[in-house]
């Protein structure tokens, strides 16, 4: 695997005349590598002719200076992951590489509603702060095909909306979440996750299987079900819920009727780690 940690050399290597015309598939990360981002890559690999990661840990869309502080590194061992699921290139900028100028992002994009409500209500700044080195990476990586995974529901709806408001021509695909066995969804920061801690988190993909089973049941109306899934998550006492809605899953506007394509998603910290999780229901 080559590693650039500049942009000038990796898109010269991009546009040599060994790699014209290759399709390329993206996938971007924050590094802490775990077996869900290796099924971005894999997928990627199947479909592309040059598979890129990049692993940056993105300044502008912490909103939590300890959680940014906190997040994991594990840069030796990621870069051993990436190199035996034979990833081609690994992109591993510095801040001062991708934000030569400063922080400040005068060209904005106003999301609207979606990137407003549950995260973008939770985590202000986040999503612009996201959106800002998404657009700077699919500029610099030009990619055919960008990998997201459905873990970050809300995240790769904006996504979509970035490339379609850019005209990018890069198109995305969402990749299913990646769970241990026991149904808790992978995450970088579930290694922060004390042993009882992590035994807890599993009740947030229980709540989401459950509600899912419960949806088809001509009986049962969203606010209640909605109601049940928040009942139980707050018995646990170390559970802090942050937020669990059924939306639905284009608009992440509340669900009217049963008919629509909908999604539930939760947010919740666990022993000071912040979880998020999300289900199909449709
Ligand atoms: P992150 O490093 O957390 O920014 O994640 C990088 C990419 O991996 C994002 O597109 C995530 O949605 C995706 N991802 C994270 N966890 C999982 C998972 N458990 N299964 C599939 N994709 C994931």
Redesign the pocket.
């Known amino acids: 695997m080559l590693i650039f940690k500049q942009i000038k050399p990796l898109q010269k290597y991009l546009q040599s005349a060994d790699n014209k015309g290759k399709a390329i598939g993206f ?6 590598l ?1 077996q ?2 290796l ?2 890559i894999k997928r990627s690999k199947k479909e592309c002719k040059l598979t890129i990661c990049s692993i940056f840990v993105n300044p502008t869309q912490f909103n939590d200076k300890t959680d940014f502080d906190k997040y994991p590194n594990t840069i030796a061992m990621d870069i051993e992951m990436l190199n035996d699921a034979k990833c081609d290139i690994l992109f591993l900028p510095s801040v001062k590489e991708m934000y030569p100028d400063g922080f400040i992002d005068s060209t904005k994009i106003n999301f609207g509603f979606i990137a407003e409500t549950l995260e973008g209500e939770h985590r202000p700044g986040h999503f612009s702060g996201m959106a800002q080195v998404v657009e700077k990476l699919l500029k610099i990586v030009k990619p055919d095909k960008l990998y ?5 529901f809300q ?2 709806l904006i996504v979509q909306q970035l490339i379609k408001k850019r005209k990018l021509r890069t198109q995305l695909v969402t ?5 241990e066995k026991n149904g808790l ?4 920061r579930n290694v922060r996750l004390d042993i009882a801690s992590r035994r807890l988190a599993v009740e947030i993909a229980k709540t989401l299987k459950g509600i899912k089973s419960k949806i088809k049941n001509q009986k049962s109306k969203i606010e209640a079900l909605e109601e049940e899934g928040r009942n139980k998550l707050r018995s646990f006492k170390e559970i802090e819920l942050e937020y669990f809605e059924i939306r639905n899953a284009e608009t992440l506007k509340p669900v009217s009727s049963k008919k629509e394509k909908s999604v539930a998603l939760i947010a919740a910290k666990i022993g000071g780690v912040r979880l998020i999780d999300n289900m199909l229901l449709n």
């Open positions: 996938v971007p990360t924050m590094g802490a775990h869900g981002h099924s971005l997201m995974g459905q873990k970050d995240q790769q990749v299913e979440t990646m769970r969804a992978m995450s970088s």
